[in-house]
């Protein structure tokens, strides 16, 4: 009997191991015609409810119960594989994927892009560019940050502005990566259009909250963008032929199926029109990205890319600036198991900004430049539970001002105002695991550092404060330096470190429906010297000290999302809140400009944001797009630092520069045939806050403007109605020179949206009168694209 339950007892337990034993299959999911790896693609496990999606670099992991399953592969505009696998041991399978259609690169949408209900993942948009290129915008120039615009919870300044806000955040908070390099300044020619050629573009993604804690260094958002890595298969040209500008990308294999290279050049050229017209005034850019990778073996990869971009402008050659972004990565991806999968970077940023003025007699130059090494590892420990963890360390220089003689006659003497030195040092780790099959989190928790370094002056002020308030004037003053310290090389003159959980969560209420919510934590340790609505490129970044504090953001968030008829429709309703410490304001009056002790004119205050977003998208058949409304309000208050002082604006909350109210988006792209698409895009927002003088009085004689509080008023309502229509005369062919024309209308009633309202006295009648300036009317465009 003994030997009976003894026998019985092994057999339960090799059933019980037996049935426990797993297995993992994993490998690269990549693009059939090209070899190029796919961000993102989604597989799905149906009868266990398990998936996973491919990492940046087109890797994915999943590990089961020996067993035999049907797997389900489908990514936004490739046709969807399903495959039977029998895993009875571990298993490395590559796909290739085929696109659905094919027009110049740009897919017609007709797969499903429903939303992920499953993941916790939430406060995400993704936009694909073959989507961004049907999208119409001005003078036909196809534009990446003007295509983000179109998504709920994002908006700019205006009309001809830079840079993008995000849930009522400036544009300073947004982090910009470009293959893990950050962008500092995002835009050509003073915000007409992007630093980003769409040709040269994989894959983009931003992140407005429940951000992972891989992430950080930004309050606002992260805009994760990857280049193209080029063909392996065969040899490929592309480009197009606007009203402003050209472009044209090569791209092909090192070694066949191993290696390859791509090379992208891009360059305005309307000043050329101006010197025919014996117009000596000039405003030109041009950008050029490169990539090159190579597959050492089949657990090795190294990857090189850059980016080089300019803006110049020029009057009469008397004024000449000139700026621009430049970046160079160098990675290594090493597998170290099919379950474990990491990434070694080498990053050099760089932002210049340069001004020639000769009928002054000087230069001037002032720029960042930063030196990053980091270390990430994803860990597929299960088909429940993924980990990623890893370490950074980034250098910062920062070069606030530079002024040098022209020539050897100008009169004016070198001066450098004085460099600034920091480190941001962080550690992370973050998990997405799923609790049961409609129970998901994800959470993490990320420790940064931050050193601001010598070589260093620093001043030295009475009760530790830069700023001073005037009593008897009620107004704040420069502060007086009591003494200065010197601070030597690598000398830490302040420091900080944070802890910054994430977390997020998602309930599945059925196959279609989810509720998720989210938290997170995020410091910036950089700030942007900056009292204009949008970006400039005269704009100086400086690092956080003993007087200007680091802004910490909590933000929370809950949605609901569904999918309809099979998902043919999706919607997605988010709710959010967020209050970021110690974002700077500026004293009445604060001069910004080649200022040598900018703590003088800076307070720390607070800043909040909270609203509702909607976006509802239609994802299959001839007409598609979405619809985004954004209800929100984004307020700033600077108090009194005690009782004697009332703060600024009477340390009452006030409207910030980004607060939009209503946002309202309509995007659509119907496929007529094979020749015709046509697309819209109609935006209506509230009008920017602005302050208008309430009053003005006399002093000798001139007439002097008086203002109330900040930021009460507002500009006009802001709207337009864009349109476009794409025809490619030969769809069907395939191989050789294909080519398509697309004509569209930007602003197609001719709405004079106000980019400011200044006001003057009338020489005339004396009477006070309001200009308003409008950048844009009616504006036509054409282009021609090809490929071969």
């Known amino acids: 009997m003994q030997q009976k339950i003894t026998l019985l007892l092994l057999l339960l337990v090799t059933t019980i191991c037996f049935s426990q034993e797993k297995f993992t299959l994993s490998g690269t999911l990549s693009d059939t015609k090209t070899n190029e790896t796919l961000i993102g693609v989604n597989i799905f496990i149906p009868q266990s409810k398990a998936g996973v999606t491919s990492n940046e670099y087109g890797f994915y992991s999943i590990t089961l119960p020996k067993g035999t399953y049907k797997i389900q592969i489908s990514y936004l505009g490739y046709e969807t594989i399903e495959e039977t696998i029998d895993l009875t041991k571990d298993i490395k399978k590559n796909f290739n994927l085929t ?318 105002l004085e460099k600034k030195y920091a480190f941001e040092p962080s550690i992370y780790i973050d998990a997405e695991q799923k609790i049961t099959k409609d129970f998901s989190i994800s959470y993490g928790l990320r420790y940064s550092l931050f050193y601001r370094l010598g070589s260093s002056t620093v001043n030295l002020y009475q009760n530790n404060q830069a700023v001073v308030f005037n009593s008897e004037l009620q107004i704040y003053e420069k502060g007086t330096p009591t003494g200065t310290q010197y601070y030597d090389n690598n000398k830490v003159i302040e420091s900080f470190n944070n802890l910054e959980p994430r977390f997020a969560a998602s309930y599945q209420l059925d196959e279609n429906q989810s509720v998720k919510a989210s938290y997170n934590r995020m410091t910036q340790y950089l700030q942007l010297i900056s009292n204009t609505a949008s970006p400039t490129p005269l704009d100086v970044w400086t690092p956080s000290d003993q007087y200007i504090k680091p802004q910490i953001l909590d933000q929370v968030a809950l949605g609901y999302f569904r999918n309809f008829k099979e998902d043919n429709y999706s919607l997605e309703v988010e709710t959010f809140y967020k209050k970021i410490k110690n974002r700077i304001d500026y004293i009445d009056g604060a001069d910004l400009i080649a200022n040598e002790a900018i703590e003088q004119v800076v307070l720390n205050g607070e800043m909040r944001a909270y609203g509702l977003e909607v976006l509802f998208r239609k994802n299959t058949g001839k007409l598609n797009g979405w619809i985004s409304y954004t209800l929100s309000k984004s307020e700033q208050r600077t108090p ?149």
């Open 640 to 788: 009194g630092r005690n009782a004697n002082e009332p703060g600024i604006n009477n340390g009452n909350w006030y409207r910030s520069g980004y607060d939009k109210l209503h946002n309202l988006s309509i995007t659509s792209s119907y496929n007529l045939n094979p020749k015709w698409t046509f697309g819209a895009n109609f935006v209506l927002q509230t009008g920017q806050p602005v302050t208008y003088p309430n009053g003005q009085y006399e002093y000798g004689g001139i007439t002097i403007p008086s203002y109330g509080l900040r930021n009460e008023n507002r500009l006009p309502t802001y709207h337009h109605l864009d349109i476009s229509a794409t025809y490619t005369p030969k769809p069907n062919k395939k191989k050789g020179w294909q080519s398509e024309w697309v004509f569209s209308i930007y602003n197609l009633y001719g709405r004079k949206n106000a980019a400011s309202i200044s006001f003057r006295q009338n020489v005339d009648t004396g009477a006070n009168e309001a200009i308003r300036l409008s950048i844009f009317g009616v504006v036509p465009g054409i282009s021609y694209n090809f490929k071969f």
């Open 99 to 416: 696109e659905t259609g094919e027009q110049l690169d740009e897919v017609i949408i007709t797969e499903k892009t429903a939303t992920n209900t499953r993941k916790p993942e939430m406060s995400t948009n993704k936009l694909s560019i073959g989507t961004i290129k049907k999208i119409p915008v001005v003078l036909g120039e196809v534009d990446v940050l003007k295509a983000l615009l179109t998504l709920p919870g994002v908006t700019n300044a205006g009309e001809g502005q830079s840079g993008f806000n995000v849930r009522g955040g400036g544009a300073d908070q947004n982090l910009i990566l470009l293959d893990e390099a950050t962008i500092f300044n995002s835009s050509h020619v003073f915000g007409f259009f992007s630093v980003f050629n769409p040709d040269a573009i994989k894959d983009l993604k931003l992140y407005k909250g429940g951000i992972p804690a891989r992430y950080g260094g930004r309050v606002s958002s992260v805009l994760d963008i990857y280049q193209k890595d080029g063909n392996s298969n065969k040899f490929s040209m592309n480009g197009g032929i606007g009203l402003i500008s050209s472009r044209l990308l090569a791209e092909g294999p090192i070694v066949k199926d191993r290696g390859s290279f791509l090379l992208a050049g891009r360059a305005s050229y309307a000043h050329l029109f101006l010197k025919l017209s014996n117009n000596k005034n000039s405003a030109y850019f041009y950008d050029l990205n490169t990539k090159m990778n190579y597959k050492l073996n089949s657990n090795n990869s190294l990857f090189l890319s850059g980016y080089f971009g300019r803006d110049v402008f020029s009057l009469s050659n008397s004024f000449v600036n000139t700026y621009g972004n430049s970046t160079l990565n160098l990675r290594w991806n090493h597998l170290f198991s099919d379950k474990l999968f990491s990434n070694l970077s080498l990053i050099y940023s760089d932002y210049y900004y340069g001004l020639d003025l000769n009928l002054l007699g000087f230069l001037w130059n002032s720029g960042i430049k930063n030196y990053n090494i980091k270390y990430d590892f994803k860990h597929y420990l299960t088909d429940k539970v993924k980990l990623n963890y890893g370490v950074s360390g980034i250098y910062y220089k920062f070069n606030p001002g530079t002024i040098e003689p022209s020539d050897a006659n100008s009169g004016i003497n070198y001066k450098q």
